[in-house]
Protein backbone atom coordinates (compact mmCIF):
# COMPACT_ATOMS: atom_id res chain seq x y z
CA UNK A 1 0.00 0.00 0.00
CA UNK A 2 1.06 3.37 -0.54
CA UNK A 3 1.31 5.54 1.93
CA UNK A 4 -0.42 8.82 2.06
CA UNK A 5 2.79 11.29 1.91
CA UNK A 6 4.45 10.27 -1.28
CA UNK A 7 0.96 10.28 -2.58
CA UNK A 8 0.36 13.69 -1.97
CA UNK A 9 3.54 15.11 -2.66
CA UNK A 10 3.49 13.30 -6.15
CA UNK A 11 0.13 15.27 -7.32
CA UNK A 12 1.49 18.92 -5.53
CA UNK A 13 4.06 18.49 -7.63
CA UNK A 14 2.40 16.80 -10.80
CA UNK A 15 2.20 19.46 -14.26
CA UNK A 16 -1.58 20.33 -14.98
CA UNK A 17 -2.03 19.26 -18.72
CA UNK A 18 -4.65 22.25 -19.47
CA UNK A 19 -5.81 23.35 -23.19
CA UNK A 20 -7.31 26.68 -24.39
CA UNK A 21 -10.75 26.27 -26.27
CA UNK A 22 -8.82 27.43 -29.20
CA UNK A 23 -6.87 24.23 -28.68
CA UNK A 24 -3.92 25.84 -27.61
CA UNK A 25 -2.19 23.51 -25.18
CA UNK A 26 -0.51 25.47 -21.76
CA UNK A 27 0.89 23.51 -19.18
CA UNK A 28 0.35 25.31 -15.52
CA UNK A 29 1.14 24.34 -12.39
CA UNK A 30 -0.49 24.17 -9.37
CA UNK A 31 -0.39 27.10 -7.14
CA UNK A 32 1.37 29.40 -10.13
CA UNK A 33 -0.66 32.74 -10.26
CA UNK A 34 -1.03 32.34 -14.10
CA UNK A 35 -3.13 35.77 -13.99
CA UNK A 36 0.41 36.87 -13.61
CA UNK A 37 1.49 34.85 -16.50
CA UNK A 38 1.24 37.54 -20.18
CA UNK A 39 1.78 33.92 -22.03
CA UNK A 40 -1.75 32.58 -20.94
CA UNK A 41 -3.31 35.68 -20.13
CA UNK A 42 -2.92 37.06 -24.19
CA UNK A 43 -4.41 33.84 -25.07
CA UNK A 44 -6.95 33.50 -22.82
CA UNK A 45 -10.72 34.94 -24.33
CA UNK A 46 -12.16 37.20 -20.95
CA UNK A 47 -13.51 35.64 -17.92
CA UNK A 48 -16.57 37.37 -18.21
CA UNK A 49 -17.65 35.70 -21.48
CA UNK A 50 -18.84 32.73 -20.01
CA UNK A 51 -19.58 30.42 -22.77
CA UNK A 52 -19.68 26.50 -23.11
CA UNK A 53 -16.00 26.34 -24.44
CA UNK A 54 -14.72 28.80 -22.51
CA UNK A 55 -15.81 28.33 -18.79
CA UNK A 56 -14.90 27.21 -16.64
CA UNK A 57 -11.30 27.37 -16.45
CA UNK A 58 -7.97 27.47 -14.24
CA UNK A 59 -6.73 30.05 -14.90
CA UNK A 60 -9.86 32.48 -14.84
CA UNK A 61 -10.58 30.99 -11.73
CA UNK A 62 -7.48 32.87 -10.10
CA UNK A 63 -7.89 35.86 -12.43
CA UNK A 64 -11.53 36.46 -11.09
CA UNK A 65 -10.22 35.55 -7.43
CA UNK A 66 -12.86 33.60 -6.95
CA UNK A 67 -11.26 32.19 -3.58
CA UNK A 68 -11.21 35.93 -2.35
CA UNK A 69 -15.43 36.24 -3.73
CA UNK A 70 -16.48 33.66 -1.55
CA UNK A 71 -14.56 34.09 1.18
CA UNK A 72 -16.54 37.32 0.97
CA UNK A 73 -19.73 35.94 1.02
CA UNK A 74 -18.62 32.80 4.14
CA UNK A 75 -18.09 36.51 6.23
CA UNK A 76 -21.92 37.20 5.33
CA UNK A 77 -23.28 34.23 5.92
CA UNK A 78 -24.50 35.06 9.95
CA UNK A 79 -26.51 37.85 8.37
CA UNK A 80 -27.66 36.26 4.93
CA UNK A 81 -28.39 32.68 5.25
CA UNK A 82 -30.65 31.18 8.02
CA UNK A 83 -29.13 29.56 10.88
CA UNK A 84 -30.48 25.90 9.53
CA UNK A 85 -29.28 26.26 5.86
CA UNK A 86 -26.37 24.78 4.89
CA UNK A 87 -23.83 27.47 3.43
CA UNK A 88 -23.87 26.00 -0.37
CA UNK A 89 -27.15 26.23 -0.29
CA UNK A 90 -27.23 29.60 0.62
CA UNK A 91 -24.99 30.39 -2.10
CA UNK A 92 -26.90 28.77 -4.65
CA UNK A 93 -29.98 31.12 -3.57
CA UNK A 94 -28.19 34.09 -4.00
CA UNK A 95 -26.36 33.56 -6.97
CA UNK A 96 -29.18 32.02 -8.41
CA UNK A 97 -31.17 34.65 -7.26
CA UNK A 98 -34.28 32.40 -6.92
CA UNK A 99 -35.39 32.14 -3.00
CA UNK A 100 -38.51 31.32 -4.46
CA UNK A 101 -42.52 32.96 -3.69
CA UNK A 102 -42.27 32.58 0.13
CA UNK A 103 -38.83 31.88 0.50
CA UNK A 104 -36.05 34.79 2.00
CA UNK A 105 -32.41 34.63 2.37
CA UNK A 106 -33.01 34.94 6.44
CA UNK A 107 -36.41 32.70 7.11
CA UNK A 108 -35.90 29.59 9.37
CA UNK A 109 -37.60 27.74 7.51
CA UNK A 110 -36.57 26.59 4.01
CA UNK A 111 -39.39 24.27 2.79
CA UNK A 112 -40.47 27.01 0.56
CA UNK A 113 -37.02 27.72 -0.54
CA UNK A 114 -35.81 26.12 -3.80
CA UNK A 115 -34.23 22.71 -2.45
CA UNK A 116 -30.86 23.05 -3.74
CA UNK A 117 -29.01 19.99 -2.01
CA UNK A 118 -25.18 19.79 -3.45
CA UNK A 119 -24.52 17.57 0.11
CA UNK A 120 -26.26 14.51 -0.12
CA UNK A 121 -24.33 12.06 -3.09
CA UNK A 122 -26.71 11.43 -6.47
CA UNK A 123 -28.64 14.36 -5.36
CA UNK A 124 -30.79 15.26 -8.20
CA UNK A 125 -30.71 19.00 -7.03
CA UNK A 126 -27.12 20.30 -7.46
CA UNK A 127 -27.53 21.67 -10.79
CA UNK A 128 -24.70 22.28 -13.22
CA UNK A 129 -24.52 25.85 -13.86
CA UNK A 130 -25.14 26.63 -17.82
CA UNK A 131 -23.48 29.29 -19.61
CA UNK A 132 -26.10 29.90 -21.86
CA UNK A 133 -25.98 33.72 -22.69
CA UNK A 134 -23.34 34.85 -20.60
CA UNK A 135 -20.85 36.19 -23.11
CA UNK A 136 -20.18 39.73 -21.34
CA UNK A 137 -21.27 39.93 -17.96
CA UNK A 138 -19.99 41.28 -14.87
CA UNK A 139 -16.90 40.48 -12.65
CA UNK A 140 -19.72 39.77 -9.80
CA UNK A 141 -21.53 37.62 -12.05
CA UNK A 142 -19.03 35.93 -13.29
CA UNK A 143 -17.48 35.14 -9.61
CA UNK A 144 -20.53 33.81 -8.57
CA UNK A 145 -21.18 32.09 -11.63
CA UNK A 146 -17.57 30.51 -10.80
CA UNK A 147 -18.42 29.81 -7.22
CA UNK A 148 -21.66 27.59 -7.97
CA UNK A 149 -19.64 26.02 -10.42
CA UNK A 150 -17.27 24.68 -7.60
CA UNK A 151 -19.78 23.44 -5.70
CA UNK A 152 -21.30 21.79 -8.24
CA UNK A 153 -18.14 20.38 -9.14
CA UNK A 154 -16.92 19.02 -6.15
CA UNK A 155 -20.53 17.48 -5.73
CA UNK A 156 -20.21 15.66 -8.68
CA UNK A 157 -16.95 14.61 -8.12
CA UNK A 158 -17.68 12.73 -4.73
CA UNK A 159 -20.55 11.37 -6.42
CA UNK A 160 -18.74 9.98 -9.27
CA UNK A 161 -16.10 8.57 -6.84
CA UNK A 162 -18.77 7.05 -4.34
CA UNK A 163 -20.95 5.59 -7.68
CA UNK A 164 -17.45 3.98 -8.56
CA UNK A 165 -16.80 2.64 -5.74
CA UNK A 166 -20.01 1.31 -4.94
CA UNK A 167 -20.16 -0.90 -8.09
CA UNK A 168 -20.00 -4.49 -7.48
CA UNK A 169 -17.05 -4.83 -10.06
CA UNK A 170 -14.37 -2.40 -7.99
CA UNK A 171 -14.67 -5.29 -5.25
CA UNK A 172 -11.69 -6.98 -6.75
CA UNK A 173 -9.58 -3.48 -6.77
CA UNK A 174 -11.55 -3.02 -2.99
CA UNK A 175 -10.27 -6.37 -1.58
CA UNK A 176 -6.81 -5.66 -3.30
CA UNK A 177 -5.98 -2.95 -1.38
CA UNK A 178 -6.29 -4.70 1.75
CA UNK A 179 -3.67 -5.12 4.29
CA UNK A 180 -4.11 -8.12 6.23
CA UNK A 181 -0.92 -6.68 8.47
CA UNK A 182 -2.29 -3.61 8.96
CA UNK A 183 -5.50 -1.68 10.81
CA UNK A 184 -6.99 -0.79 7.61
CA UNK A 185 -10.00 1.96 8.43
CA UNK A 186 -12.12 3.75 5.65
CA UNK A 187 -9.42 6.02 5.28
CA UNK A 188 -6.59 4.68 4.86
CA UNK A 189 -8.44 1.79 1.95
CA UNK A 190 -10.03 5.56 -0.05
CA UNK A 191 -6.59 6.55 -0.11
CA UNK A 192 -4.97 3.13 -1.66
CA UNK A 193 -7.53 3.43 -4.11
CA UNK A 194 -7.43 6.62 -5.33
CA UNK A 195 -3.75 6.82 -5.77
CA UNK A 196 -4.06 3.64 -7.47
CA UNK A 197 -7.19 4.24 -10.03
CA UNK A 198 -6.96 8.21 -9.89
CA UNK A 199 -6.78 10.20 -12.61
CA UNK A 200 -7.11 13.52 -11.82
CA UNK A 201 -4.19 14.00 -9.47
CA UNK A 202 -5.13 17.65 -7.83
CA UNK A 203 -8.99 16.82 -7.24
CA UNK A 204 -7.89 13.52 -5.81
CA UNK A 205 -5.32 14.72 -3.39
CA UNK A 206 -7.72 17.65 -2.30
CA UNK A 207 -10.57 14.93 -1.62
CA UNK A 208 -8.03 12.66 0.08
CA UNK A 209 -6.67 15.46 2.08
CA UNK A 210 -10.22 16.20 3.37
CA UNK A 211 -10.78 12.35 4.51
CA UNK A 212 -7.64 12.41 6.49
CA UNK A 213 -7.53 15.38 7.76
CA UNK A 214 -11.33 14.66 9.48
CA UNK A 215 -11.22 11.43 9.70
CA UNK A 216 -13.47 10.54 12.86
CA UNK A 217 -10.64 9.37 15.79
CA UNK A 218 -10.63 6.32 16.35
CA UNK A 219 -12.42 4.86 12.98
CA UNK A 220 -13.21 1.45 12.96
CA UNK A 221 -10.57 -1.12 11.95
CA UNK A 222 -10.60 -3.90 9.98
CA UNK A 223 -8.99 -7.07 8.60
CA UNK A 224 -6.15 -6.77 10.42
CA UNK A 225 -5.58 -10.53 11.34
CA UNK A 226 -2.84 -10.12 13.99
CA UNK A 227 -4.52 -7.31 15.59
CA UNK A 228 -5.87 -8.30 19.00
CA UNK A 229 -9.63 -8.34 19.31
CA UNK A 230 -9.61 -7.77 15.79
CA UNK A 231 -11.49 -10.03 13.99
CA UNK A 232 -13.87 -8.38 11.66
CA UNK A 233 -12.97 -8.58 7.87
CA UNK A 234 -15.42 -6.91 5.55
CA UNK A 235 -16.60 -8.66 2.61
CA UNK A 236 -16.12 -6.73 -0.83
CA UNK A 237 -20.31 -5.50 -0.87
CA UNK A 238 -19.46 -4.40 2.92
CA UNK A 239 -16.05 -2.24 2.07
CA UNK A 240 -18.44 -0.76 -0.75
CA UNK A 241 -20.93 0.39 1.84
CA UNK A 242 -18.27 1.60 4.42
CA UNK A 243 -16.43 3.30 1.51
CA UNK A 244 -19.99 5.00 0.32
CA UNK A 245 -20.48 5.99 3.22
CA UNK A 246 -17.00 7.83 4.01
CA UNK A 247 -17.41 9.68 0.91
CA UNK A 248 -20.85 11.14 2.45
CA UNK A 249 -19.06 11.99 4.97
CA UNK A 250 -16.60 13.89 2.48
CA UNK A 251 -19.45 15.52 0.99
CA UNK A 252 -21.22 16.78 4.38
CA UNK A 253 -17.59 17.96 5.06
CA UNK A 254 -17.50 19.99 1.59
CA UNK A 255 -21.17 20.94 1.23
CA UNK A 256 -21.15 21.93 5.50
CA UNK A 257 -18.45 23.65 6.50
CA UNK A 258 -17.28 26.75 4.32
CA UNK A 259 -13.66 26.21 5.27
CA UNK A 260 -12.93 22.80 4.50
CA UNK A 261 -14.83 23.55 0.83
CA UNK A 262 -11.95 25.87 0.26
CA UNK A 263 -9.43 23.75 1.32
CA UNK A 264 -10.69 21.51 -1.45
CA UNK A 265 -11.31 24.11 -4.28
CA UNK A 266 -9.00 26.82 -3.27
CA UNK A 267 -6.50 26.27 -5.90
CA UNK A 268 -9.39 25.97 -8.88
CA UNK A 269 -8.34 22.77 -9.39
CA UNK A 270 -12.25 21.77 -9.81
CA UNK A 271 -12.78 25.15 -11.97
CA UNK A 272 -12.77 22.88 -14.91
CA UNK A 273 -15.26 20.03 -17.37
CA UNK A 274 -15.51 16.47 -16.93
CA UNK A 275 -13.13 16.01 -13.82
CA UNK A 276 -14.17 12.84 -13.31
CA UNK A 277 -16.81 10.37 -15.09
CA UNK A 278 -18.32 7.65 -13.39
CA UNK A 279 -17.94 5.22 -16.12
CA UNK A 280 -14.20 6.00 -16.08
CA UNK A 281 -13.68 5.29 -12.64
CA UNK A 282 -15.31 2.05 -12.69
CA UNK A 283 -13.37 1.32 -16.03
CA UNK A 284 -9.95 2.44 -14.03
CA UNK A 285 -11.16 0.19 -10.91
CA UNK A 286 -12.34 -2.50 -13.19
CA UNK A 287 -9.88 -2.89 -15.38
CA UNK A 288 -7.19 -2.46 -12.67
CA UNK A 289 -5.26 0.63 -14.92
CA UNK A 290 -5.81 4.07 -14.48
CA UNK A 291 -7.49 5.86 -17.64
CA UNK A 292 -4.48 6.22 -20.25
CA UNK A 293 -2.13 4.40 -18.14
C1 LIG B 1 -2.32 37.06 -8.77
O1 LIG B 1 -1.68 38.21 -9.27
C2 LIG B 1 -2.51 39.36 -9.38
C3 LIG B 1 -1.75 40.46 -10.08
O2 LIG B 1 -0.49 40.63 -9.49
C4 LIG B 1 -2.96 39.73 -7.97
O3 LIG B 1 -3.83 40.84 -8.05
C5 LIG B 1 -3.70 38.58 -7.36
O4 LIG B 1 -4.04 38.87 -6.02
C6 LIG B 1 -2.84 37.32 -7.37
N1 LIG B 1 -3.68 36.20 -6.93
C7 LIG B 1 -3.24 35.29 -6.09
C8 LIG B 1 -4.20 34.20 -5.76
O5 LIG B 1 -2.11 35.32 -5.62
C1 LIG C 1 6.76 33.74 -22.44
O1 LIG C 1 7.18 33.03 -23.58
C2 LIG C 1 8.47 33.40 -24.01
C3 LIG C 1 8.76 32.68 -25.32
O2 LIG C 1 8.45 31.33 -25.24
C4 LIG C 1 9.48 33.03 -22.92
O3 LIG C 1 10.79 33.40 -23.31
C5 LIG C 1 9.11 33.76 -21.66
O4 LIG C 1 9.94 33.36 -20.60
C6 LIG C 1 7.67 33.47 -21.27
N1 LIG C 1 7.31 34.31 -20.16
C7 LIG C 1 6.73 33.81 -19.06
C8 LIG C 1 6.41 34.80 -17.99
O5 LIG C 1 6.46 32.63 -18.89
C1 LIG D 1 -46.94 32.18 0.21
O1 LIG D 1 -47.51 32.64 1.42
C2 LIG D 1 -48.83 33.13 1.26
C3 LIG D 1 -49.26 33.72 2.60
O2 LIG D 1 -48.92 32.87 3.64
C4 LIG D 1 -49.71 31.97 0.81
O3 LIG D 1 -51.01 32.43 0.61
C5 LIG D 1 -49.19 31.41 -0.49
O4 LIG D 1 -49.91 30.28 -0.87
C6 LIG D 1 -47.73 31.03 -0.36
N1 LIG D 1 -47.21 30.65 -1.66
C7 LIG D 1 -46.47 29.56 -1.84
C8 LIG D 1 -46.01 29.30 -3.24
O5 LIG D 1 -46.16 28.81 -0.93
C1 LIG E 1 -37.09 33.56 12.72
O1 LIG E 1 -35.93 34.39 12.62
C2 LIG E 1 -36.20 35.73 12.96
C3 LIG E 1 -34.94 36.53 12.65
O2 LIG E 1 -33.79 35.80 12.93
C4 LIG E 1 -36.59 35.80 14.44
O3 LIG E 1 -36.89 37.14 14.81
C5 LIG E 1 -37.84 34.95 14.65
O4 LIG E 1 -38.18 34.91 16.01
C6 LIG E 1 -37.60 33.53 14.13
N1 LIG E 1 -38.85 32.80 14.20
C7 LIG E 1 -38.92 31.55 14.64
C8 LIG E 1 -40.26 30.90 14.59
O5 LIG E 1 -37.94 30.95 15.04
C1 LIG F 1 -26.31 7.18 -8.27
O1 LIG F 1 -26.09 7.61 -9.59
C2 LIG F 1 -25.52 6.64 -10.42
C3 LIG F 1 -25.25 7.29 -11.76
O2 LIG F 1 -26.36 7.99 -12.17
C4 LIG F 1 -26.42 5.43 -10.54
O3 LIG F 1 -25.80 4.46 -11.32
C5 LIG F 1 -26.68 4.90 -9.14
O4 LIG F 1 -27.58 3.83 -9.21
C6 LIG F 1 -27.24 5.98 -8.27
N1 LIG F 1 -27.40 5.45 -6.93
C7 LIG F 1 -28.44 5.73 -6.20
C8 LIG F 1 -28.46 5.13 -4.84
O5 LIG F 1 -29.35 6.43 -6.59
C1 LIG G 1 -29.60 36.34 -24.76
O1 LIG G 1 -29.24 37.72 -24.74
C2 LIG G 1 -29.94 38.51 -25.68
C3 LIG G 1 -29.36 39.92 -25.64
O2 LIG G 1 -29.18 40.35 -24.35
C4 LIG G 1 -31.43 38.46 -25.35
O3 LIG G 1 -32.17 39.21 -26.29
C5 LIG G 1 -31.90 37.02 -25.37
O4 LIG G 1 -33.24 36.94 -24.96
C6 LIG G 1 -31.06 36.16 -24.44
N1 LIG G 1 -31.42 34.77 -24.56
C7 LIG G 1 -31.64 33.99 -23.49
C8 LIG G 1 -31.95 32.56 -23.80
O5 LIG G 1 -31.58 34.40 -22.35
C1 LIG H 1 -17.35 34.93 -26.32
O1 LIG H 1 -16.54 33.86 -26.75
C2 LIG H 1 -17.00 33.27 -27.96
C3 LIG H 1 -16.08 32.12 -28.27
O2 LIG H 1 -16.13 31.15 -27.30
C4 LIG H 1 -16.98 34.26 -29.06
O3 LIG H 1 -17.52 33.65 -30.23
C5 LIG H 1 -17.84 35.46 -28.68
O4 LIG H 1 -17.73 36.45 -29.68
C6 LIG H 1 -17.37 36.04 -27.36
N1 LIG H 1 -18.30 37.07 -26.98
C7 LIG H 1 -17.88 38.26 -26.54
C8 LIG H 1 -18.97 39.25 -26.18
O5 LIG H 1 -16.72 38.52 -26.40
C1 LIG I 1 -19.60 44.23 -22.66
O1 LIG I 1 -20.43 45.02 -21.82
C2 LIG I 1 -19.85 46.26 -21.48
C3 LIG I 1 -20.75 46.93 -20.45
O2 LIG I 1 -22.08 46.73 -20.78
C4 LIG I 1 -19.71 47.09 -22.76
O3 LIG I 1 -19.13 48.35 -22.45
C5 LIG I 1 -18.81 46.36 -23.72
O4 LIG I 1 -18.73 47.04 -24.95
C6 LIG I 1 -19.33 44.94 -23.99
N1 LIG I 1 -18.36 44.20 -24.75
C7 LIG I 1 -18.68 43.44 -25.77
C8 LIG I 1 -17.56 42.76 -26.49
O5 LIG I 1 -19.85 43.27 -26.14
C1 LIG J 1 -24.68 0.61 -3.52
O1 LIG J 1 -24.87 -0.37 -4.53
C2 LIG J 1 -25.90 -1.30 -4.22
C3 LIG J 1 -25.90 -2.39 -5.29
O2 LIG J 1 -25.79 -1.84 -6.58
C4 LIG J 1 -27.23 -0.57 -4.17
O3 LIG J 1 -28.26 -1.46 -3.86
C5 LIG J 1 -27.14 0.50 -3.07
O4 LIG J 1 -28.31 1.26 -3.08
C6 LIG J 1 -25.96 1.41 -3.33
N1 LIG J 1 -25.80 2.27 -2.19
C7 LIG J 1 -25.89 3.59 -2.30
C8 LIG J 1 -25.79 4.35 -1.01
O5 LIG J 1 -26.03 4.15 -3.36
C1 LIG K 1 -14.93 23.58 9.85
O1 LIG K 1 -13.63 23.17 9.50
C2 LIG K 1 -12.61 23.89 10.15
C3 LIG K 1 -11.28 23.49 9.54
O2 LIG K 1 -11.23 22.15 9.23
C4 LIG K 1 -12.69 23.66 11.64
O3 LIG K 1 -11.70 24.40 12.29
C5 LIG K 1 -14.07 24.10 12.12
O4 LIG K 1 -14.22 23.79 13.49
C6 LIG K 1 -15.17 23.43 11.33
N1 LIG K 1 -16.44 24.03 11.69
C7 LIG K 1 -17.44 23.30 12.14
C8 LIG K 1 -18.71 24.05 12.45
O5 LIG K 1 -17.38 22.10 12.29
C1 LIG L 1 -15.87 31.30 7.33
O1 LIG L 1 -16.57 32.00 8.32
C2 LIG L 1 -16.42 31.47 9.62
C3 LIG L 1 -17.36 32.21 10.54
O2 LIG L 1 -17.18 33.59 10.40
C4 LIG L 1 -14.96 31.59 10.05
O3 LIG L 1 -14.79 31.02 11.31
C5 LIG L 1 -14.12 30.85 9.04
O4 LIG L 1 -12.74 31.03 9.34
C6 LIG L 1 -14.38 31.35 7.64
N1 LIG L 1 -13.64 30.51 6.70
C7 LIG L 1 -12.82 31.01 5.77
C8 LIG L 1 -12.07 30.03 4.95
O5 LIG L 1 -12.67 32.20 5.58
C1 LIG M 1 -11.12 -0.95 -19.60
O1 LIG M 1 -11.26 -2.06 -20.45
C2 LIG M 1 -12.20 -1.87 -21.48
C3 LIG M 1 -12.37 -3.18 -22.23
O2 LIG M 1 -11.14 -3.82 -22.38
C4 LIG M 1 -11.69 -0.75 -22.40
O3 LIG M 1 -12.62 -0.51 -23.42
C5 LIG M 1 -11.54 0.51 -21.57
O4 LIG M 1 -10.98 1.53 -22.35
C6 LIG M 1 -10.64 0.25 -20.37
N1 LIG M 1 -10.67 1.44 -19.55
C7 LIG M 1 -9.64 1.84 -18.84
C8 LIG M 1 -9.85 3.04 -18.00
O5 LIG M 1 -8.58 1.25 -18.85
Redesign the pocket.
Given at each position: MLSPAPFLALALTAVLPFVLSNGVPIHVSPGLNVSTNPNITARLPPCTNLTYANSPTIPCYTQLQVTSYLKNFNSTIAEVCSPIQLWSQCLLLSVYSVPGVNCTMTSNTTSTCTPFDCATLNSTACPQPAPNNFTNITTDQAQGWYGVWNVYSAHHFLTAWATALNTTSSEKAILGVINPRVANTATTVLTSLVSKYGFNPNADAAMVKLAQVKAVKPEPQFGNRHSKGQSSNPTGAQWRGILYAKMQSISDLAAGNFTDFIEMVGDGDFSVRGLAGVD?LI??L??G???GG
Amino acid sequence: MLSPAPFLALALTAVLPFVLSNGVPIHVSPGLNVSTNPNITARLPPCTNLTYANSPTIPCYTQLQVTSYLKNFNSTIAEVCSPIQLWSQCLLLSVYSVPGVNCTMTSNTTSTCTPFDCATLNSTACPQPAPNNFTNITTDQAQGWYGVWNVYSAHHFLTAWATALNTTSSEKAILGVINPRVANTATTVLTSLVSKYGFNPNADAAMVKLAQVKAVKPEPQFGNRHSKGQSSNPTGAQWRGILYAKMQSISDLAAGNFTDFIEMVGDGDFSVRGLAGVDALIDSLKNGTKVGG
